[in-house]
């Protein structure tokens, strides 16, 4: 699950033209935040990412 939620992840930050780091930045976390993402991923931490991308919590979570 938790391999699918990164790939998720930075798929959305690719179509939106972003880079890890400036979502990282958004988040006001150092740019290794996305990637120590463990098993125990809460929905809030989804929630936050998602909004720093500017998608929906639901388009990092297709295939889950």
């Known amino acids: 699950m938790i391999i699918e939620l990164k790939f998720n992840i930075k798929r959305e930050i690719k179509q939106r033209g972003l880079t890890v780091a400036e ?3 958004r988040l006001k976390s150092d740019r ?6 463990t098993e ?3 929905l809030n931490k989804v929630i936050r990412i998602a909004n ?5 919590p639901s388009d990092l ?3 889950l």
């Open 40 to 42: 125990e991923v809460k």
């Open 32 to 37: 290794m935040y996305i990637s120590r993402i």
């Open 23 to 25: 979502v990282c930045s």
């Open 61 to 63: 979570l297709v295939g």
């Open 52 to 56: 720093a991308i500017g998608c929906s």
